[in-house]
């Protein structure tokens, strides 16, 4: 009788520690969904004050969804002429520290506030004519 009860007692323990395991593969399951769902529900809004020919122009571009100071992603500036290939302008990283290309360095300022990133085209010409794209980096 004793050798049976500890039989019983080994396959409840058993039961318990299954459940236990399911339990904890639930939780990281909904954790691995929460960082996804965080990943696709991050938005750049991107946003344009009135252009004068001539002179500067701001873009801004304000993000929900993580923020700026996370050392996990970077923001930069692109444009595209018409008709023509990407132009990578710029990058702000986490720690506000920038890197410029080289054919606009004298010309371009990114900058940051809050939870939004800007960039700065002084001088502007019609070459400067181009869509303008704000986009996250994942280091």
Known sequence: ???CHIYVDIVIY???IIII????IIIIIIIIIII???????????T??????????TLTCTVSGYS?????????WIRQFPGKTMEWLGIIWSDASTRYHD???????????????SLQVRSLTT??????YCARRSQ
């Open 1 to 3: 009788m004793f050798k």
């Open 14 to 16: 058993s039961f318990y």
């Open 21 to 24: 395991i399911i339990i904890i």
């Open 36 to 46: 996804i769902i965080s990943d696709v529900l991050s938005d750049i809004i991107l």
């Open 48 to 57: 344009q004050s009135p252009l004068q020919p001539g002179s500067s122009f």
């Open 68 to 76: 700026l100071t996370d050392s996990s992603y970077a923001s930069n």
């Open 103 to 117: 054919s606009v360095k004298d010309r371009i300022t990114i900058s940051r506030s809050g939870n939004s990133f």
């Open 127 to 132: 070459a400067d004519t181009a869509v303008y």
